[in-house]
């Protein structure tokens, strides 16, 4: 491989790299709105009556963190 192909690999790469890192920024911030929505609904059912275990099912977490997102 030559330096200029190198280079060009290189710089191809970089972009790449730029475009994930920007994908992850945005998705990290709808990821903390989803967390947060996830919690609230949460709540929401329990405070319906909805027994923990149908919670755990729906939202696929364990006992243990569905209390602690109720306690929350």
């Known amino acids: 491989m030559t330096v200029i ?4 690999r290189a710089a191809a790469t970089m972009k790449q790299a730029t475009v994930a890192a920007r994908r992850l920024r ?3 911030s709808e990821h903390e709105d989803l967390l ?3 919690d ?3 709540r929401e059912l329990r405070e319906a ?3 923990i ?3 755990q099912e729906l ?3 364990s006992r243990s963190r569905i ?3 109720l306690r929350g």
Not at 5 to 8: N, T
């Open 59 to 61: 939202f696929g977490l």
């Open 53 to 55: 275990k149908d919670l």
């Open 5 to 8: 192909e190198r280079a060009e």
């Open 36 to 38: 947060h929505e996830r």
């Open 40 to 42: 609230r609904l949460c």
């Open 26 to 28: 945005d998705n990290e």
């Open 49 to 51: 009556r909805i027994p």
């Open 67 to 69: 209390q602690q997102i």
